[in-house]
């Protein structure tokens, strides 16, 4: 279930909203070991991706680092390759 969530800090640009938020539901599923909370529950989960969404984008508003951000683009093609890779036959 988590594979999805990737780094989030020091890229440029800075990692969106709806980066954050999928990254968020991804950690609250994980949490939580459903990927579609029951109705009962459906409240408490919807409640607790907001929450990691805020606190995660208070987190990357608050961290400094000295390294040069990194270009996404460039990262993608990296991730690619590891893909290909570690899947060729």
């Known amino acids: 279930m988590c594979r999805n969530i ?3 800090h020091n890229f440029e640009p800075p990692a969106t909203h709806n980066e954050v938020q999928a990254a ?5 599923r994980k949490v939580a070991g459903t990927t579609k909370p029951s109705q009962r529950n459906e409240e408490a989960f919807n409640r607790a ?3 990691v969404t805020k ?5 990357l508003a608050e961290l400094v680092t000295t390294a040069p951000p990194k270009d996404r683009e460039v990262e993608a093609v990296k991730a690619r ?3 290909e890779k570690r899947y060729a036959s």
């Open 6 to 8: 990737r780094q989030l």
């Open 24 to 28: 968020a539901l991804q950690y609250v």
């Open 49 to 51: 991706v907001a929450e």
């Open 55 to 59: 606190i995660t984008e208070e987190l």
């Open 81 to 83: 390759a590891r893909a």
